[in-house]
């Protein structure tokens, strides 16, 4: 397999760009925006061709996409609790919508996705605490809605509706070591999207290129509610904790380098 270099990749980038609406390669494939790209460019999938593609990936998503971009999975502190599926889940939970049906019917249920400026329906948020060097999540329970009021008592129940005790965390230098781990430099391609006749068709319309991951500005993202805390569990399975970003031009501050591509 041949060897680009940066900026014979970021050539053919742009030629892909000035292709205008292209025909969708991989029809019936759920990543066909970025296997399409990956053929324009003629590289294998999840195979960057460039010298020290390690530290590179090449990602792309479509432009109407609503869904939260995923950056890593990382459980809170204290680690030995096991904090969603010991505490979250079985004091916090709710029943499955699908218990009796899909799942048993005790299945129970935790999602939140939580942000540090303002508290979910359900009373919860991101606390960044620069004192401590921790992000932490709060529970208020004045906070929740009132058409979860059943479930605020069926939560009485089991704990005091106080302040979380013991409070999950992540401390400043493991979750900055995590995400620099995972966060690799990388080209971002943002693709509109359009159906003529069934036929699904891209515009890969911007590019992005990302170097050099910065902890203070993950931090910072975190405190303006544009990286959030995603916890996904059930009786029988914890899909994990997620930290994830709302839109591919919010990682232009987790990064030093920051450039758009024209």
């Given amino acids: 397999m041949e060897l680009y270099s940066k900026e014979y990749l970021i050539v053919k980038l742009k030629e892909v760009k000035n292709m205008g609406w292209i025909k969708n390669g991989r029809p019936g494939n759920v990543g066909g925006v970025g296997?399409?790209?990956?053929?324009?460019?003629?590289?294998?999938?999840?195979n960057l061709p460039i010298p020290n593609a390690a530290e590179w990936e090449l990602k792309c998503k479509r432009k109407d996409s609503s869904s939260l971009g995923t950056l890593f999975h990382m459980e809170p502190s204290p680690r030995a609790l096991k904090f969603v599926p010991q505490i979250f889940l079985p004091k916090f939970g709710w029943p499955h919508k699908?218990?009796?049906?899909?799942?048993?019917?005790?299945?129970?249920?935790?999602?939140?996705?939580?942000?540090?400026?303002?508290?979910?329906?359900?009373?919860?948020?991101?606390?960044?605490?620069?004192?401590?060097k921790k992000v932490k999540l709060s529970f208020d329970a004045k906070a929740v809605d009132k058409r979860h009021s059943n479930w605020l008592e069926s939560v009485n129940e089991h704990i005091e509706l106080d302040e979380l005790?013991?409070?999950p965390y992540w401390g400043f230098d493991d979750l900055i070591y995590k995400a620099g781990t995972k966060l690799k430099n990388?080209?971002?391609?943002?693709?509109?999207r359009k159906k003529e006749k069934g036929i699904e068709y891209f515009l890969y319309d911007k590019i992005f290129m990302f170097q050099t991951f910065s902890g203070e500005g993950?931090?910072?993202?975190?405190?303006?509610?544009?990286?959030?805390?995603?916890?996904?569990?059930?009786?029988?399975?914890?899909?994990?904790?997620?930290?994830?970003?709302?839109k591919v031009d919010n990682l232009c501050s987790i990064y030093e380098v920051a450039k758009v591509i024209e």
């Fill in 35 to 46: 296997n399409t790209l990956e053929d324009l460019l003629g590289i294998e999938e999840n």
């Fill in 98 to 132: 699908k218990a009796g049906t899909k799942y048993p019917k005790d299945e129970m249920s935790f999602r939140q996705t939580i942000n540090s400026l303002s508290r979910t329906d359900r009373g919860f948020t991101v606390v960044v605490d620069r004192k401590e």
């Fill in 165 to 167: 005790n013991p409070q």
């Fill in 186 to 192: 990388c080209f971002f391609v943002v693709a509109k």
């Fill in 218 to 246: 993950f931090i910072r993202e975190i405190e303006r509610g544009n990286v959030l805390v995603d916890i996904d569990s059930r009786s029988h399975h914890n899909h994990g904790t997620k930290f994830r970003v709302r």
